[in-house]
């Protein structure tokens, strides 16, 4: 498994969660990991990502000032820290990884590696 994403659940709108996305050795030669979200019966979608040299971090307008995204890049891993969480959150997340252009991170089709994806659900 080149990526695992783990962490979601069943949370009250307005709480918290942390989702963890711990890379293989496989994906060393994609530069940004990124995580995507979708809802049933809706497309995937951009979320956050982050270039794992240097750090720069890229946000859907959706998510801005409430999610955060970080790297551990002797782990491996990219975490996604969702504050603020509200029922239109509720989706599948996927982290995904690959070699995109800053201008492209919200673009799925550039990604090499998906993770299996886990639910979060944000109760009202």
């Known amino acids: 498994v080149q990526l695992q994403a783990s962490g979601g659940g069943l949370v009250q709108a307005g709480g918290s969660l942390r989702l963890s996305c711990a890379a293989s050795?496989?994906?060393?030669?994609?530069?940004?990991i990124s995580w995507f979200r979708q809802a049933p019966g809706k497309e995937r979608d951009f979320v956050a990502g982050?270039?794992?040299?240097?750090?720069?971090?890229k946000y859907a307008d959706s998510v801005k000032g409430r999610f955060t995204i970080s790297r551990d890049n002797l782990k491996n891993t990219v975490l996604l820290q969702m504050n603020g969480l509200k029922p239109e959150d509720t989706a599948v997340y996927y982290c995904?990884?690959?070699?995109?252009?800053?201008?492209?991170?919200?673009?799925?089709?550039?990604?090499?590696?998906w993770g299996q994806g886990t639910q979060v659900t944000v109760s009202s």
């Open positions: 995904a990884a690959g070699r995109p252009i800053y201008s492209a991170f919200d673009q799925s089709g550039l990604y090499y590696y």
């Open positions: 982050i270039r794992r040299q240097g750090g720069s971090t």
């Open positions: 050795a496989r994906t060393d030669s994609s530069s940004v």
